[in-house]
């Protein structure tokens, strides 16, 4: 089996996990990891050959993006100072915890080469972390905590870790232009981002169709990180600044067909790389583990030291960081998303998992510094990293379900429904709002007037059941069934247009492009 042929059956593996993730009551990117070590330890499969300069370029750009899709920039700003507690500040405390230890027990390991370990398992996967809590039914404000923190605290530690990795290689380190290169690359990053965010806002009414415009989105993330790199910035921040500005900018309404297909196409680029990711956490165990050349329980015994300080450091961490958050929250009236008991601390303590920044950054290290010598313990750092990664990923993932349902950690279902209900009201009467605009300068039949106002009633009706009054529910639900029976019948006859359309593509003669074009008039009418 040669490399090309391992990706695919990476792909195939990370299409495959999600059903048999729901199936098994397990997360995706954890059956991938344990898929990857499995195929590690098969003779023939080839050990994993990657570029190190390639792997934060390729893998973090699309992911951040994707994830970006599921926030706004008000929740940003809503729960900034939850995310300032726990993606910077966390993230600064890991990192000197990790490398005060590393320090220590690691034999001959220099301070800047501590750092850039601290610094590179200092930050929680926002991948895993939302992928095991997104299936859990956990409450929405511990899934933004954790998205939120998961997105900035990439940025946080990235830097960190290339000011340490810059120190390793260099052999010297300033305080002062270690703090300037933090500050420099995230202006640059912002202008970056938010400059090709404007630009690909305007590209967007330029190009209009949609399939061009989600091929833009695809390589908004990856300019978005080159081009900050390029001006030493941070190509994380850059990526976010871009995609929080798409996302709050170009938002079209009416675009239907665009923003479905966008937001399929993302799901599936998210699941693709995040699958190729962690699998590929697996299948570096093998070499990995090889570092070790007869040091192996020394050398694990290191990596459980680290994993033990991680994992302590962030609960230590957490106990007074959630109370001071109350606190704060009580005395101002925020709308932020912070938890409201010990249970849910405790969820968000061990939701703490490495993952695909971790390996990106591990792998990333150096071979050699600028005098021509190799990294200063390369492979210790990461065989230590690795076995954090696999800890955290694997032990916490596993056992995450079952500690919220030991807890009784779950989502706030009332809330939710009382919010779809008022989005439900809202848009019945914008619907009614718009009639009445209509009929003060269109003359309509009183029938027609009569079932475009229950049209409206409909809209919210189809989002709300409870919409309305006894009689209007009553009305309604007899309604619903007879659409739901005239609904049925037309998916079947559009479905024998379509059986009898696709046909004809195999007939003599028949131009298939023509054929094509009429099966696309026909979905989209379908999905109408």
């Known amino acids: 089996m040669d490399q090309l042929a391992l990706l695919f059956v990476l792909l195939l593996g990370a299409v495959v996990s999600v059903p048999l993730g729901e199936r098994l009551g397990l997360p995706a990117p954890v059956l991938m990891t344990l898929a990857g070590v499995v195929l590690a330890l098969i003779p023939f499969v080839p050990n994993v050959e990657i570029p190190p300069e390639y792997i934060l370029p390729l893998v973090l750009p699309p992911l951040l993006y994707a994830a970006v899709q599921r926030t706004s920039w008000r929740q940003f700003t809503a729960n900034f100072r939850p995310i300032l507690l726990l993606a910077v500040a966390l993230v600064f405390v890991t990192t000197a915890a990790v490398a005060a230890v590393a320090n220590a ?7 800047a080469a501590a750092l850039a370990l601290g610094a590179l398992v200092a930050p929680p996967d926002p991948v895993a972390a939302t ?18 923190e998961g997105l900035f605290n990439d940025v946080t530690a990235i830097v960190l870790y290339h000011v340490a990795i810059g120190a390793a290689v260099s052999g010297t380190f300033s305080w002062p232009a270690a703090m300037g290169e933090l500050v420099l690359s995230a202006v640059v990053a912002v202008a970056v981002g938010g400059g090709l965010g404007w630009l690909s806002n305007k590209l967007m009414g330029f190009l209009g169709d949609p399939t061009l415009q989600i091929g833009l989105t695809l390589l908004v993330p990856f300019v978005s990180y080159v081009l900050a790199e390029e001006f030493m910035g941070s190509g ?13 900018h170009a938002v079209d309404a ?4 665009g923003r479905l297909a966008g937001q399929t196409f993302w799901q599936i680029v998210d699941t693709l790389v995040t699958g190729v990711a962690f699998g590929l956490i697996g299948l570096e165990l093998h070499s990995v583990f090889g570092l070790a050349d007869g040091r192996f329980g020394e050398m694990l015994g290191w990596g459980a030291a680290i994993a033990g300080t991680v994992v302590g450091v962030r609960l230590l961490w957490l106990l007074p960081a959630t109370w001071l958050a109350k606190r704060l929250h009580k005395r101002r009236d925020v709308d932020e998303d912070i938890p409201v008991s010990w249970r849910e601390t405790v969820v968000m303590w061990w939701s703490g998992m490495r993952g695909v920044a971790s390996v990106a950054l591990v792998l990333a ?13 390369r492979d210790e750092i990461l065989f230590v990293a690795f076995t954090v990664i696999m800890t955290t990923l694997v032990l916490q993932g596993l056992t995450l379900p079952w500690l919220v349902r030991k807890l009784g950690v779950r989502a706030d279902t009332n809330a ?4 779809e209900h008022t989005l439900a009201v809202r848009a019945a009467k914008a619907a009614r709002r718009r009639l009445k ?5 269109e003359e309509l039949p009183e029938e027609v007037s009569d079932r475009l106002l229950r049209g409206a009633f ?7 059941p409870d919409i309305g009054d006894d009689e209007r529910r009553e009305a309604y639900a007899s309604r619903a069934e007879r659409v739901k029976a005239i609904g049925r019948i037309r998916r079947e006859m559009m479905s024998a247009a379509r059986h009898e359309v696709l046909a004809a593509r195999n007939e003599p003669g028949v131009d298939p492009e023509v054929v094509d074009r009429v099966l696309h008039q026909l979905d989209i009418r379908s999905l109408r």
């Open 105 to 111: 027990v690691v034999p001959g390991l220099p301070l």
């Open 131 to 148: 992928a095991v809590a997104g299936s859990l039914g956990l409450p929405r404000r511990l899934v933004s905590i954790l998205e939120g």
């Open 236 to 248: 994380v921040l850059a990526v976010l600044a871009s995609a929080l500005y798409l996302a709050s």
């Open 254 to 257: 009416d675009d239907v067909q």
């Open 365 to 377: 290290i150096p071979l050699k510094t600028d005098s021509g010598e190799p990294f200063p313990a």
């Open 416 to 419: 939710e429904r009382e919010l």
């Open 437 to 441: 605009e209509i009929e003060e300068v």
């Open 458 to 464: 409909d809209i919210g009706a189809r989002i709300s």
